[in-house]
């Protein structure tokens, strides 16, 4: 008989940290404007890392700046961040959870972000093959992404487990927490190591773990096996 419970996971700050798919897109911005523009690579590379802590979300402008690239380059350059394969791998602790999870429990993945590059994202770190189901949020439903009720939901549809017998584990307080408590799944919040100033708790989190590897215990806790007795 098919397991009737679910983890799901966020990907992005929680199966991995997002500041090495951020490095891994300079990298790649920083040899093409080395081959198109001249730019030494190491020097570009240096622009944008230290842009990331005094211009965050305008490091690509910052080194158009510094470099004197042509107006056009900063898009050219959103492609490349967005075209590139990802060099990245799986940290060995979201590798072995999900190894050990993948015995007991259904296992799914709903992740924001543009689809395109987070199944870039998807496929370089190998997640897919370490779950039974991925859904790209912002793909499904009317495209609004987590919070919406549509991602969480289709993820239930594709596992063929209730929400109620779900277990959602993200970083986001609003995305991920709420965004799953909604629909009436349990909830894990595993804030992120670099959490924003305007971070705040979130309060509809049923458990709070520090790393990644209170989850299984974390999540047997919330649903636990004898769960099934009582809606057989
Ligand atoms: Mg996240």
């Not at 080194?63 to 394969?85: F, G, S, T, Y």
């Not at 770190?125 to 793909?139: C, E, I, K, Q, S």
């Not at 991602?151 to 995305?175: H, I, K, M, N, S």
């Not at 909604?182 to 773990?209: C, F, H, N, Y």
Request: charged residues 25%; glycine residues 6%; contains cysteine.
């Amino acid at each position: 008989m098919a397991e009737r419970r679910a983890i799901l996971f966020d990907l992005d700050d929680t199966l991995y940290p997002l500041e090495r798919f951020v490095m891994s897109g300079f990298r790649a911005v920083a040899a093409a404007v080395e081959a198109r523009w001249r730019v030494p690579r190491a020097a570009a590379l240096e622009t944008l890392v230290s842009a990331v802590a005094s211009s965050r979300g305008r490091e690509l402008q910052v080194l158009a700046q510094r470099h004197d690239l042509p107006a056009a380059a900063v898009p050219e350059l959103v492609d490349v961040i967005r075209l590139h394969v990802p060099d990245l791998r799986l940290p060995e602790l979201s590798l072995s959870v999900l190894g050990a999870l993948r015995r007991d429990w259904r296992l799914g993945l709903v992740t924001n972000g543009r689809p395109d590059i987070q199944a870039r994202k998807v496929r370089a770190l190998g997640v897919h093959r370490l779950v039974d189901a991925v859904v790209y949020a912002h793909a499904v439903g009317n495209g609004a992404g987590k919070p919406d009720a549509a991602p969480f939901l289709e993820a239930c549809r594709q596992l063929g487990v209730a929400a109620e017998a779900t277990v959602f584990v993200g970083d986001d307080p609003d995305c991920d927490v709420a965004g799953a408590h909604a629909v009436g799944m349990k909830t894990i919040w595993l804030p992120a190591r670099v959490a924003p100033q305007s971070a705040r708790p979130a309060e509809q989190a049923d458990v709070i773990v520090a790393s990644l590897a209170d989850v299984p215990a974390a999540a047997t806790r919330l649903l636990a096996p004898e769960w099934r007795a009582h809606v057989a």
